[in-house]
């Protein structure tokens, strides 16, 4: 009888029985097509960022059926100031199912409509606040839109983060050639898919030489060989975005397909193959 591969990971203080999971605003537990005991079957389960004003309906509405579908449960959050992040973070601190809060860091701050995402010494102030208002684990979920990744990285780490996620997505625009006018409602969007994968992969390795933290890695992972190249330049766990509209089989299809490689490559644990590629 051949021994049964291992997808256990540590992320900083959560356990998970295998690294893969939905992304943010990717994934809606009330309409998913996957049951019970597929959903169970993830790393993870996370709904869309939480704001505000949408907090409470979360809870009550979702929070019940998350519990239902998997033992970890991520929460992202949304805000517009420090202030608001941290209002989030504490009413969240109290609710005992939610395994840990992934602070979107690509909301612009209403005080100067840049994100946070994109000066360190903001997502410094954001994350040392939110860690202040809150025992839950904390996940650094960055913006990729800036020109070195490794110093937004250790500014969220020293700032007390004990997870980092590259990346949300490139901010892209598309035009209408009839009208002269922008194609978005909001003129720039974010890119995500196939097409920023590479600069993710190259992301994760940058930053996986100079943190200390877990990275998990999100952006165009679209079969198990996408989500091991995550694996080997560093990232303890990986989410999948867009390719869950596409198929929303392919979460699970992805976990077979890294057992199936780890067998043939007769390795006994995921953990083996993480960070392999150093230089
Ligand atoms: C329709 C859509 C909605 C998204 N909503 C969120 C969100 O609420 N919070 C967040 O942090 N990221 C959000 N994202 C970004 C994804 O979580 C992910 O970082 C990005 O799409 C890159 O991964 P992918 O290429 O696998 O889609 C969203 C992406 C898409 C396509």
Redesign the pocket.
């Known amino acids: 009888m051949t021994k049964e591969v291992s997808l256990e990971v540590n992320l900083g203080p959560l356990h998970l029985k295998n690294p893969i999971m939905p992304?943010?605003?990717?994934f809606d537990v009330r309409c998913t097509l996957l049951n019970e005991n597929e959903l169970n079957r993830l790393g993870a389960v996370a709904p869309?960022?939480i704001a505000s004003e949408g907090v409470e309906y979360v809870i009550k509405e979702e929070l019940h059926l998350l519990k239902r579908a998997n033992n970890i449960i991520i929460v992202?959050l949304?805000g517009n100031s420090v202030e608001d992040f941290c209002n989030l973070a504490g009413y969240l601190n109290k609710i005992e199912e939610i395994s840990a809060l992934?602070i979107?860091l690509?909301c612009p701050n209403l005080n100067n409509g840049i994100p946070f995402g994109v000066n360190e010494d903001k997502s410094y102030e954001l994350i040392f606040n939110i860690k202040r208002n809150t025992l839950k684990p904390i996940i650094a979920?960055l913006s990729p839109n800036v020109s070195d990744i490794k110093k937004m990285a250790l500014s969220v780490q020293n700032a007390g983060a004990e997870i980092i996620t590259i990346?949300?997505?490139f901010m892209g625009m598309a035009i209408d050639v009839d009208k002269h006018i922008p194609k978005l409602g909001n003129k720039i969007g974010?890119l995500?898919?196939p097409a920023?994968r590479p600069i993710v992969v190259r992301m994760i390795w940058e930053v996986a030489q100079v943190i200390d933290i877990p990275i998990m890695g999100?952006?165009?992972?679209c079969c198990a060989e996408d989500a091991i190249e995550m694996f080997l330049v560093g990232a303890s766990a990986v989410?999948?975005?867009?390719?869950n509209f596409s198929n929303p089989y392919i979460m699970l299809e992805i976990i077979t397909g890294i057992k199936r490689y780890l067998k043939e490559k007769k390795y006994n644990s995921i953990q083996d193959i993480i960070g392999l590629v150093k230089d």
């Open positions: 992304a943010s605003g990717t869309k960022s992202s949304l992934e979107n690509s979920k990346a949300n997505t974010g995500s898919g920023i999100v952006g165009g992972v989410q999948v975005g867009s390719a």
